[in-house]
């Protein structure tokens, strides 16, 4: 546990190094709270993808505290923030659900990292002695069905696949049966990208939760939304209209050993409440995390 | 849909701009406010943004206002002009090496569709007569050669692949000794993506530069990229020296200010936009445009130049004065469906007529499904009643009903569509018109 939370730290010590390098430069040249201040904090949190909104609305409540509490140091300045979004991360989110059989749907835009997040999570299941099935549910991106089968010869999971161009729908009803009648515990079901503003892939995506509200009502559901680091705002935009199609239970955040700040996901976890789960911080099978709130706001703003 | 936001900012905040003459400077700056809050939304990165809305608070501030123009137009055209300044003024192309072949190198972050594009841009330079091959550099993404080939054959394009266990540069070498003999004049190849900081990826392209000179190094962009996308861009150019840019997914409703704050600090031109899924959806990328559809304004001349490119020149004339006189009828509605299906989806198209962007006609969004149904009913029409719909009473509606399977609801809105469509038709044409003569208008401000 203690390798996997050097892990996590490591895979955001780029972020907490450009954060918190600039923040202490930045506090060590305000000698008193003024706005100069605050507009370097908002530029601060605007080059981490935090978006204008969600900035506002952290800063106008740091602002108030520092005037309630008569706060003159600067330094106190970044413990509030560090306070605040541990506070935003980390509220109303309940513990992970360990009930069994459990289906696992992964949803997002082309290329965020779904098909890798598939593989990091079936082996995680794996490694803890479930039973798991992953469904090629990706029929659509040109040699997807194969990169998956790569990922579930490295895990050593069975997979159920059926050829380029089949309904997915029919693939999750086949796997469904399939984890019946195997007594599997999981299924991680892999989908194919796509953009949120196209409509029709949005209704096959319906499609697929309808046949796993009928065939497996009795399977406790979890469904990702995979978001890459590097997006911008459209990330919330993401976010709001997959919760249309589909009720997402959580994020992954993939490619935190970027460069990106991540801080997109204050923003979404502000505005539509949607917890991170689990964090991808590389391209091999174990480069996957959990999400821990307080090592983000530790690891963000640290002491 | 993409950048409604801006659009409506701008819209707001400029109303207020009152009277004329000179623009005064608190005018200016309460705009500029927008302008800059609306830019970062749109992921424009910040130090861009800061730079962006001082030059244009210079430029405007004691401005003329032109006679033709209201203050809040006048302010929308300064920083139409800057936006477009930013972004380039001219579109630019794929440069051919003047000793063939020509070597394309794709470079890029992991997941921003570079595969795909490399299928993508195969297709557009075969259209020019070239005869390109894909190598396939990605040895370490799992089934990411058989997606090449995959991709290479839809397109009709030659693969050469040495599989996963041999050297991307060693792949190059040999795939330019391959395209001596087999006659291909273009080599694109797919790389892996790759961090910007993973040092060891970058010395690999470093290495495939430095011993296969390609003509141009593109970096292929996500255009949903945020403001990591400088340091992104900064990186790759100061490593490569890139050429040019690709950016993708711009189908999505992204605003797209990564564009922007890559083509200012590394000045590199954005040369193609991918903007769907289909092989063919590889458009070049007009920067002078991008930055008037940022503005909201739409996207009228690609629509134009994307319908010419498909409909021949005489049809287009004939039709051009059909919508004009309101003469077109089913039958050209039927044709034009048609000829839509052939262009790309029809909400693609939708995207890029102005005003489509203002929201108000959300009830027209059509998908493709929509489509086919539309072209049952208009196939149940006789001859005449597509050419005068004025004829079509209950009855006929009724016949027509049964003959698609459909109800007649869905046949009479089909004609109140056709009826608004009509309207629509003639004054986007009127505004082609306008806007070839030069008298460019802002629809949002009628
Ligand atoms: N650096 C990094 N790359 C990742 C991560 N997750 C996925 N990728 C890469 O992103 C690219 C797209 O991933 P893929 O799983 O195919 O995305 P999908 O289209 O959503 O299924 C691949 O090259 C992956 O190796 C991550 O956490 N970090
Ligand atoms: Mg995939």
Known sequence: MADLFKKLKDGLFKTRNNITDRINSVLSSFKTIDEDLFDELEEILITSDVGVETTMKLLEGIKKEVKEQKINDPKAVIELLKQEVL????????????????????????????????????????????????AAADTFRAAAIEQLEVWSNRVGADIIKHQEGADPAAIIFDAISAAKSRKTDVIICDTAGRLHNKKNLMEELKKIFRIIDREYPEAHREVYLVLDATTGQNAIIQAKVFKEAADITGIVLTKLDGTAKGGIVIAIKSELNVPVRLVGVGEKIDDLQDFDPVDFANAIFPE | MAFEGLANKLQETLKKLRGSGKLNEKDVKEAMREVKMALLEADVNFKV?????????????????????????????????????????????????????????????????????????????????????????????????????????????????????TKPVDICKAAIEHASKSGNDVLIIDTAGRLHINEELMDELLEIKDNIRPTEIMLVVDSMTGQDAVNVAESFNQKLGLDGVILTKLDGDTRGGAALSIKAVTSKPIKYAGMGEKMSDLEP?????MASRILGMGDVLSLIEKAQLNIDDKKAMELEKKIRTQQFSFEDFLDQLQQMKKMGSLSQLVDMIPGM?????????????????????????????????????????????LGSGTTIQDVNKIIKNFEQTRKMMKQFADMGKDMKKGKKRLPFFR
């Open chain 1, 87 to 134: 506070r935003v991360m980390s509220k109303d989110v309940a513990p992970v659900s360990n009930e069994y059989p459990q289906i696992i749907v992964l949803i997002g835009v082309n290329g965020v990292g779904k098909t890798t997040s598939v593989g990091k999570i079936a082996n995680r299941y794996k490694q803890a002695g479930k039973k798991v099935l992953i």
């Open chain 2, 49 to 165: 943004v800061k730079d962006f809305v001082s030059r244009v608070t210079d430029r405007a501030v004691g401005h003329e206002v032109m006679e033709s123009l209201t203050p809040g137009q006048q302010v929308i055209k300064i920083v139409n002009d800057e936006l477009t300044q930013l972004m380039g003024n001219t579109q630019s192309k794929i440069v051919f090496s003047s000793k063939p072949p020509t070597i394309i190198m794709m470079v890029g972050l992991q997941g921003a569709g570079k595969t795909t594009t490399c299928g993508k841009l195969a297709l557009n330079l075969k259209k020019q007569g070239k005869k390109p091959i894909l190598v396939a550099c990605d040895i370490y993404r799992p089934a990411a050669i058989k997606q090449l080939h995959v991709v290479a054959g839809q397109v009709e394009a030659d693969v050469f692949s040495l599989g996963d266990k």
């Open chain 2, 285 to 289: 990328f007009h920067p002078d445009r």
């Open chain 2, 357 to 401: 962007n203002a929201g108000k006609l959300k009830g027209m969004e059509v998908d493709d499904k929509e489509i086919v149904r539309v072209e049952a009913i208009i196939k149940s029409m006789t001859k005449k009643e597509r050419l005068e719909p004025s004829i079509l009473n209950g009855s006929r509606r009724k016949r027509i009903a």
